[in-house]
């Protein structure tokens, strides 16, 4: 399974890392916390990113 820290999910999403933050308090992204470390899983990016092709926009 790979994973990533928040920085690299926020480079990823092209967002910033308090955004990342914001989606984990919002339960939109769950982590998975290894002691003091935050991962994020390569499933959870991927449903995120499928999530957001369900939405539509016109």
Do not use: Q
């Amino acid at each position: 399974m790979a994973c990533y820290t928040i920085p690299e999910v926020a480079d990823i999403f092209k967002v910033t890392t308090r955004t990342i933050h914001n989606w984990i308090s919002e339960g939109r992204l769950p982590i998975i916390k290894i002691g003091k470390t935050v991962r994020i899983s390569d499933e959870a990016v991927k449903a995120l990113i499928d999530a957001g092709r369900t939405i539509k926009t016109h």
